[in-house]
């Protein structure tokens, strides 16, 4: 899900001229060594949010498609 | 309140008996019809409709026995055609028997079925009441099972944390060394800082649960969390399902990917992710994301000479 949209924003591997951020909660998926490295080849910065305030810090949460689904 | 329509159910009750009253008065017909001709022609010519009544008063008259059919033997005293009278007038009241019986019984099924429609809901009635002077005894409340905030600390205790991130994350944006020299090079934007908008995405997976109905359970009051027990074999139905969102920085939110539980060789083709389709699918095992596994003891193998240099290290 992830390589297209960083691909169509130029954050591909091996240019370097370009970082990206990318607002992730302490999922262990999210966490684990190999998403990181995937992530990194791309120029991307994992920014983790801090434990126990996902429901406060995440955007999905906050308004979008993912709190409708989580209240309905 | 459920009200049985009785009235459809007599009518359609009524609409078979009054087929089968049809079938056998039709059958009357043709039996009334067969001994009519066989009458005349032992009489040697066909009786006019008007002439009957006469005739009919002659052989009233006269008497004998006559041999109107191979299964209709009239008695010496009677003429066959008043015979054939009494054979339809017999007919018509088993007719007209039927129909009433057929209503009859349509009227009592109705009527059973309406009244166990009736002493079902007493029943259900009486449960409910039960139910709520359970709950009222033992303190147990109609909880919601659906995902709710289970934090046990207030916004207020976790105030300083959050605001600890966000400082990290205004020292991290306005940062002018990037991690990339290429990156650092270029001039910082003074509005967007180091990372531009349209390059900070935020990721999440949101669980979907499929179990309609199932929204609310009893659970001791304020308890802060609800046990439930998903309905079929295993626990896989809490969430079969993870719907995965992203959202750019510049406002726009990309195709969402759902994360389905099944099997790959399941997978319908029309299920593959495309680009083409607003939501692009995938199944995985469990239905969300998981750690990839550590490594299996076949690659952790190390020989024998190694191990050995390691624990004289």
């Given at each position: 899900m992830l390589d297209p949209e960083l691909a169509a924003r130029g954050l591909v591997p091996g240019v370097t001229d370009k970082e990206g951020l990318l607002f992730l909660d302490n999922l262990a998926a999210?966490?684990?060594?190999?998403?990181?490295?995937?992530?990194?080849?791309?120029?991307?910065?994992?920014?983790?949010?801090?434990?126990?305030?996902?429901?406060?810090?995440?955007?999905?949460?906050?308004?979008?498609?993912?709190?409708?689904?989580?209240?309905? | 309140?459920?009200?049985?329509?009785?009235?459809?159910?007599?009518?359609?009750?009524?609409?078979?008996?009054?087929?089968?009253?049809?079938?056998?008065?039709r059958r009357t017909v043709e039996v009334v019809r067969t001994a009519t001709r066989t009458i005349d022609e032992?009489?040697?010519?066909?009786?006019?409709?008007?002439?009957?009544?006469?005739?009919?008063?002659?052989?009233?008259?006269?008497?004998?026995?006559?041999?109107?059919?191979?299964?209709?033997?009239?008695?010496?005293?009677?003429?066959?055609?008043?015979?054939?009278?009494?054979?339809?007038?017999?007919?018509?009241?088993?007719?007209?028997?039927?129909?009433?019986?057929?209503?009859?019984y349509a009227t009592t099924a109705a009527r059973r079925h309406t009244e166990a429609l009736e002493a079902r809901i007493t029943?259900?009635?009486?449960?409910?009441?039960?139910?709520r002077t359970a709950t009222k005894r033992h303190a147990v409340a109609l909880e919601r099972v659906m995902p709710r905030n289970l934090k046990s600390t207030t916004i207020q205790a976790r105030l300083p944390a959050i605001r600890q991130w966000h400082a990290g994350v205004k020292v991290l944006v306005q940062d002018k060394d990037?991690?990339?020299?290429?990156?650092?090079?270029?001039?910082?934007?003074?509005?967007?800082g180091r990372f531009p908008f349209a390059q900070r995405f935020n990721f999440d997976e949101v669980p979907l649960a499929?179990?309609?109905?199932?929204?609310y359970t009893y659970e001791d009051q304020g308890s802060a969390t609800v046990h439930?027990?998903?309905?079929?074999?295993?626990?896989?139905?809490?969430r079969m399902g993870t719907l995965v969102v992203l959202v750019c920085g510049d406002g726009t939110m990309l195709h969402p990917c759902l994360s389905s539980a099944a099997?790959?060789?399941?997978?319908?083709?029309?299920?593959?992710p495309t680009t083409k389709t607003c939501l692009s699918c995938s199944s995985r095992r469990l239905g969300w994301t998981t750690p990839p596994r550590w490594p299996t003891r076949a690659k952790c193998w190390t020989p024998s000479w190694l191990r050995a240099a390691s624990s004289l290290v």
């Open positions: 999210h966490r684990c060594n190999t998403f990181k490295v995937y992530v990194k080849k791309r120029g991307v910065l994992c920014w983790y949010h801090s434990p126990g305030d996902t429901d406060v810090l995440q955007v999905v949460d906050a308004g979008s498609l993912g709190a409708i689904i989580k209240r309905n | 309140m459920y009200q049985p329509d009785s009235v459809n159910d007599v009518r359609s009750w009524a609409r078979v008996a009054s087929t089968g009253s049809r079938r056998h008065a032992s009489f040697g010519s066909p009786l006019p409709d008007d002439r009957r009544p006469d005739r009919l008063r002659h052989q009233m008259q006269v008497g004998g026995s006559l041999s109107c059919s191979r299964s209709l033997t009239c008695s010496l005293t009677h003429s066959p055609i008043l015979v054939l009278h009494q054979v339809q007038q017999l007919e018509v009241q088993r007719t007209q028997l039927d129909y009433h019986e057929a209503v009859h029943r259900l009635h009486d449960d409910v009441s039960l139910a990037g991690r990339r020299p290429a990156a650092s090079t270029s001039p910082v934007d003074t509005v967007q499929f179990i309609p109905g199932q929204d439930i027990r998903q309905p079929g074999s295993g626990a896989l139905t809490k099997k790959a060789t399941s997978r319908p083709k029309s299920a593959l």
